[in-house]
């Protein structure tokens, strides 16, 4: 079977590689494209089965029909489109409408993931591009959504209910996976031995989304209340006024961006991951902390939420309410040991192997011909 992933984002991250690779180690041919206006450093290098010219210019990122053009004259010069069995576009509005308009000329069917960017950036601010998002919807053989908060929104606030029916028939809910590094170095789960000395973690780009100022409000209502609290912060960082903010706190660590082989020592000698970002896609440092043992406290509403029921594997929070996430530290605490262990047990979830099973039937269901 052939696969033509459309994936502006391919070499910016390394999410999407793990599944292309997993893949292609069964009977699945696949190759990518990635269009993009050249003005971003990769974070992998380009690999043979990845195609990524520089077919717009950063500015027409402001047009959205006239930039879609151009990616959709470029790839047409670049494949035969009629040689493949199934489109992947990985994303709803980027990717989706190029995957669309290949639907419509070669009649190839495609499949759509709906992300942070489709749900906060264009469903919500781009209004005159929600048409196209549902017709983008309605003609895609299956829907994938990262998790289930933003199949929600997306189904309470811009399906009408003319189409709530079949487009709930044909989506899924497939989350993100790990590297298999995090799971085959599984703590065993923790024990909370202090009521009174808690150590918090934070893991990711130091910048306003990632929200850290509410944390550390969290960390002083504790303070308060009577508890030791120490907070490591580890990233890069990409907001020097959100680094200068929370650096003046003694009870604040920072640490530059990590390794992996780094940070799981460090997940392993703290206690409670903490990340109440503005908007996330997914989060794959909160399973990549569950790993470890680590209670997660996550944004209520983001793609993290609705992995797990709230309270077993931590708890859901108002990314603005510096006092409810303290509340929900305190409430880990009282059962710290059993959500240590329920996170151990849980994380098997984000296993790359099962995943890509999960996409292979997809593939087969939806394609042209069988895997």
């Given amino acids: 079977m052939k696969v033509l992933h459309i994936n502006s984002n391919y070499l910016y991250t390394t999410l999407h590689e793990k599944l292309i690779e997993s893949l292609s180690e069964s009977s699945i041919t696949n190759n990518v494209y990635m269009p993009n206006h050249g003005g971003i450093k990769f974070v992998i290098p380009p690999k043979d089965y990845v195609y990524h010219p520089v077919c717009f210019n950063k ?6 029909n006239y930039k879609q053009k151009k990616i959709f004259n470029n ?14 576009s990985h994303t709803l509005f980027t990717d989706g409408y190029i995957a669309y308009n290949l639907y419509k000329k070669y009649g190839v069917p495609y499949i759509v993931a709906v992300r942070n960017t489709d749900v906060n950036s264009f469903f919500k601010k781009r209004i ?3 048409k196209k998002g549902l017709e983008i919807l309605n003609n895609a053989a299956k829907i994938i959504f990262i998790s289930k908060a933003y199949q929600d929104i997306v189904f309470d606030n811009y399906v009408p209910i003319v189409y709530k029916k079949n487009l709930l028939e044909k989506s899924i809910i ?7 590094f995090w799971l085959k170095k599984q703590s065993a789960p923790r024990e909370q031995n202090s009521t009174t000395a808690l150590n918090l973690i934070f893991a990711g780009r130091i910048d306003k989304n990632k929200n850290i100022r509410t944390t550390i409000k969290a960390c002083e209502l504790l303070i308060n209340k009577g508890l030791d609290i120490s ?19 003694n009870f604040v660590r920072y640490l530059p961006q990590q390794p992996k082989e780094k940070l799981i020592d460090l ?9 109440p970002s503005k908007t996330e896609t997914f989060g794959l440092v909160y399973a990549e902390a569950m790993s470890q043992g680590l209670p997660v406290i996550y944004t209520k509403g983001e793609g993290f939420d609705g992995q797990f029921e709230d309270g077993f594997i931590g708890y859901r929070v108002d990314w ?7 509340d929900r530290i305190l409430d880990i605490m009282k ?3 059993e959500l240590s262990e329920n996170c151990i047990k849980s994380c098997v979830k984000y296993d790359w192997d099962l995943i890509v099973e999960k996409y292979k039937n997809i593939y087969e269901y939806s394609g042209k011909s069988e895997v």
């Fill in 231 to 249: 907070f490591t912060v580890v990233g890069r960082i990409e907001d020097s006024n959100e680094f200068n903010y929370f650096s003046r706190y």
């Fill in 128 to 130: 005159l591009l929600r």
């Fill in 335 to 337: 059962n710290y040991n």
């Fill in 174 to 180: 497939i989350p993100n996976g790990i590297d298999s």
């Fill in 75 to 88: 790839i047409n010069k670049i494949f035969d489109t009629s040689s493949y069995d199934l489109i992947h």
């Fill in 320 to 326: 603005f309410n510096a006092m409810e996430i303290a």
């Fill in 267 to 275: 997940y392993k000698s703290n206690d409670i991951f903490v990340m």
């Fill in 59 to 64: 500015s027409d990122r402001y047009f959205y």
